[in-house]
């Protein structure tokens, strides 16, 4: 395993982009962790949205985010239900996926949701080099996943990918 001095210290540029039909950007709790979470690791969030769950809006913004971060985190729109579809969305942009980025956030998840972390399709991939996340839409799993997993890793992530 590498340690922490394998990361460059490359200039993390985030974006935020949450996914929801019933929250406004006064109401949007999930989105102010992930800013909160890159701001609190002195990283610079470049771009925050708020669209509703409709594919082409989705990956329409992803793209617009790529434009000026190097990491996009996507929150909402990723489980089971009928109008959930950030997964179908932002997938097929890959490059290359992250599996163990689901893996790991659904292992970890385990121990506050149980059984139920079978409905997250929770995913990660690069697009020309930059990272890009698909997570929960739940402050618990956003909290989870944006300070635990996504910004002490994204260094390491992007020094890989080529940034």
Known sequence: MMGHEHHKDIPVKAAVITVSTSRTEKTDLSGQIIREAFENAEMEVVFQTLVPDVEEQISSAVSKALESANCVVVTGGTGLTSDDCTIEAVSPMFDKTMDGFGELFRWKSYEQVKTAVLLSRATAG???????????GSPKAVKLASEEIIVPEIKHILTHAGQ
């Open 126 to 136: 690069l697009v020309k080099g930059s990272a890009v996340f698909c997570i929960p």
